[in-house]
């Protein structure tokens, strides 16, 4: 209403990023109404009255705006690509490092609280969290492995990620949230190494 | 308003389980508001308007009334006296699968899922929760382990079945969703035993 058309601080073109950040917003609430297979580029930028052209410009594809849409502090297939490239007797420990110092800024807490927000409070928001998790994580570890039960085990790293980070970050439960990254890796990667690649039954 | 004094359905006298539900409300509320150590059993009396003695009649004590305001399906002790009782190999696998039973029943999940509603947008609930962990989890592992590091380990088992919870009882991600409670003794309970009784740094 006043200043709309004043630069923007940071000294971006006035535009692009309201223009960028209307996409994501429109993205978010896109992904969480119809879940990610139903959304569609062509749909997002419709709700932010802008050309399709656009969306590809600035994301790329769908999966990437779907990542940005979840601002994540790290993609998760980079885990995982991390993980892989050390060898597969430093998978658990790189993964658990590579996790850690991705959320160790506080800043990603408050996006990790919102994300667990919303997945508790709206299911389509844990339908989106889900997707993600598949997609994103569960399904590049799976076809990866290429060792019996991998989804099973996908998702039992998971569950040790979401609770390491929820105790660590969210509840800041002593003295799990004072450990040094070294001291989790060292607690916390041969649960993953043997989640990923030992006996599980 | 109309048919206050109308015998409940059930066969209970008018009013026990009234008093005893306005009980944990106040219970509920001083517990979240002033945490654990402020709430006074007189305070919540006063709440609830009865008589002191009344609460103490229901509950016994201060610790047994926080433990039914958060309505556990499983008392957090009992897991681990089950898991003591087993022995020191059995330890891991034990206390998965006490932890597994009691939550299974579909009604709890709505449970889990209000503490962990409350806890995620309410400070003071994340600080009640975070209460009922470290007295009545973390505590009486750390004590009866008498092992280095025990309340590291503690707090790591509760990573994994925070963790494991919501993924399973929330998320709903699959397979681990529909994974037998034998198959994820199996492959947690070594995760649980290594964290309480092996090698973590």
Redesign the interface.
Known sequence: MTGASQPQRGGRRPGESGTREAILAAARGAFAELGYDRATMRGIAADAEVDPALVIHFFGGKEALFEAALELPVRPAEIFARGAAAGPDRLGATVVRTFLEAWEPPETRVRL?AM??S???NDAA?GM??DL??REV?GPITRALGVPDA??RA??V???????A???Y???????AS?SVD?LV???G??VQ??LTGE??
Chains 1, 2 share one sequence.
């Not at 998971?158 to 390491?164: A, D, E, H, M, T």
């Not at 969210?170 to 799990?176: N, Q, S």
């Open positions: 609280m667990l927000r997945a508790l409070t844990m969290i889900r998790l598949v569960f989804q099973l998702t039992l998971g569950s040790q990620f979401v609770g390491l929820i105790m660590r969210i509840a800041r439960l002593e003295p799990l450990a001291e060292a607690a916390v041969p649960t043997r989640y599980i039954d």
